[in-house]
């Protein structure tokens, strides 16, 4: 009986399998509607009863394949603290530590509900490819955040002593130019804090060239790592 389930919940090429892996990928669609419509304000009651008895269904139905994946898991604690076994998991938590919390908490518990977007994930090829390679890539991706970190405060710290004087409502200290260095980097410019003086003009075309570069290594380290698995990884290798 453990095997025939395995072989339901887990990739395999079977009728069952596919049809349970798109009933899954319904429902992960049909939650995701139910939860932008619980947002419109004039909703009548009758609809909200509705749309609540469709988010119980869902996070039924996802509560008996989080149970069935931990019941064929040959190793339970390593799938339970695994990448898809969090994401099974934060995608029903919210429902039931929503009983018996103020209206603000219950707001930020319904953000968790996005999670469920992530179980696509196990049911897609191509998604599974660039999840492997972003997790061969762990390594170069922090510490390019940590050289991003590093940059975004010396812009911070450049144009705040460049425009302090000229513009202190803007510019009053480094906490308050963080955001100007933040959008010129990943090159969004807002355009609501800008620098009016010669020498923050210069020093902010030099950091825009920074963020041009900043923008594509990201893109290239992940580029490379997903040609490399495309590559080694044989065609049914992958598995949910």
């Given at each position: 009986?453990?095997?025939?389930?395995?072989?339901?919940?887990?990739?395999?090429?079977?009728k069952r399998s596919k049809?349970?892996?798109?009933?899954?990928?319904?429902?992960?669609?049909?939650?995701?509607?139910?939860?932008?419509?619980?947002?419109?304000?004039?909703?009548?009651?009758?609809?909200?009863?509705?749309?609540?008895?469709?988010?119980?269904?869902?996070?039924?139905?996802?509560?008996?394949?989080?149970?069935?994946?931990?019941?064929?898991?040959?190793?339970?604690?390593?799938?339970?603290?695994?990448?898809?076994?969090?994401?099974?998991?934060?995608?029903?938590l919210p429902f039931y530590?929503?009983?018996?919390?103020?209206?603000?908490?219950?707001?930020?518990?319904?953000?968790?509900?996005?999670?469920?977007?992530?179980?696509?994930?196990?049911?897609?090829?191509?998604?599974?490819?660039?999840?492997?390679?972003?997790?061969?890539?762990?390594?170069?991706?922090?510490?390019?955040?940590?050289?991003?970190?590093?940059?975004?405060?010396?812009?911070?710290?450049?144009?705040?002593?460049?425009?302090?004087?000229?513009?202190?409502?803007?510019?009053?200290?480094?906490?308050?130019?963080?955001?100007?260095?933040?959008?010129?980097?990943?090159?969004?410019?807002?355009?609501?804090?800008?620098?009016?003086?010669?020498?923050?003009?210069?020093?902010?075309?030099?950091?825009?060239?920074?963020?041009?570069?900043?923008?594509?290594?990201?893109?290239?380290?992940?580029?490379?790592?997903?040609?490399?698995?495309?590559?080694?990884?044989?065609?049914?290798?992958?598995?949910?």
């Amino acid at each position: 009986m453990k095997q025939d389930i395995k072989n339901i919940v887990e990739y395999s090429n079977n009728k069952r399998s596919k049809f349970f892996g798109l009933f899954i990928q319904f429902l992960i669609i049909l939650s995701v509607i139910t939860f932008s419509l619980e947002t419109l304000p004039n909703l009548s009651a009758e609809n909200r009863q509705l749309l609540n008895a469709i988010e119980i269904f869902c996070v039924i139905v996802f509560s008996i394949e989080y149970i069935l994946r931990i019941y064929v898991a040959e190793r339970k604690f390593k799938f339970i603290f695994s990448f898809f076994g969090l994401i099974d998991l934060f995608a029903i938590l919210p429902f039931y530590l929503s009983f018996g919390i103020d209206l603000r908490s219950l707001r930020l518990l319904r953000l968790l509900r996005l999670f469920r977007l992530l179980k696509l994930v196990r049911y897609n090829r191509a998604m599974l490819q660039f999840t492997k390679a972003m997790l061969m890539s762990k390594e170069q991706i922090i510490l390019f955040m940590g050289v991003t970190l590093i940059l975004i405060y010396f812009s911070a710290v450049g144009i705040y002593y460049f425009e302090n004087e000229a513009q202190p409502e803007h510019f009053s200290s480094i906490f308050d130019s963080l955001w100007w260095a933040i959008i010129t980097l990943t090159t969004v410019g807002y355009g609501d804090v800008y620098p009016i003086t010669i020498g923050g003009r210069m020093f902010t075309f030099f950091i825009l060239l920074i963020g041009l570069g900043i923008v594509a290594i990201p893109t290239g380290i992940i580029s490379s790592s997903l040609t490399k698995v495309v590559e080694e990884e044989p065609e049914n290798s992958f598995k949910k």
